[in-house]
């Protein structure tokens, strides 16, 4: 999309018709995977679906928490879930996520634009199109005044 001129990473406008156009379906698609996931059968689990095997674990006698019993608390808790030979997720990375992007009334804006536009609907060209339909909404309701 950068390459052919579609998106400026630079323009606030942009990034925020990509954050709601992605972000809509990536949390409608992730919803329908888990919810796919966790009611499927699997033959080698009795037939059960990850829910029940959950479920029936919960329930099982043999689980401390049936009878009122707390899971013992780890020695030090303090390095819990550190891996002390592992890389630090503070370590500088080019790998950078920035998860704002924000614009003058982006909420107002982006409850418009999913009342007037189908943002799940089948795309023509993976979803670019979406993309553009939304940004020429958001252009059009700031006038460009966050444009670089």
């Known amino acids: 999309m950068e390459q052919s001129g579609v998106l400026n990473l630079n323009n606030p406008n942009h990034m925020f018709s990509l954050h709601v156009v992605f972000m809509a379906r990536m949390s409608h698609s992730l919803h329908e995977f888990t919810e796919a996931f966790n ?5 080698t689990a009795n037939n059960w679906s990850p829910y029940q095997m959950w479920v029936n674990g919960m329930m099982h006698q043999d689980n401390p928490l049936v ?3 707390l899971d013992e608390d780890p020695d030090s808790i303090e390095l819990y879930g550190e891996d002390p030979d592992g890389r630090s997720p503070f370590e500088d990375s080019a790998n950078n996520v920035e998860d704002s992007v924000s614009i003058n009334n982006g909420e107002d804006l982006s409850r418009d634009i999913s009342d007037h536009l189908d943002l799940l609907r089948t795309p023509d060209h993976k979803g ?3 993309y553009q339909e939304v ?4 252009e059009q309701n700031i006038g460009g005044q966050n444009n670089t």
């Open 135 to 138: 940004l020429g909404l958001v």
């Open 39 to 43: 009611h499927h059968k699997i033959r």
């Open 128 to 130: 670019i199109d979406i």
């Open 67 to 69: 009878h009122g019993y």
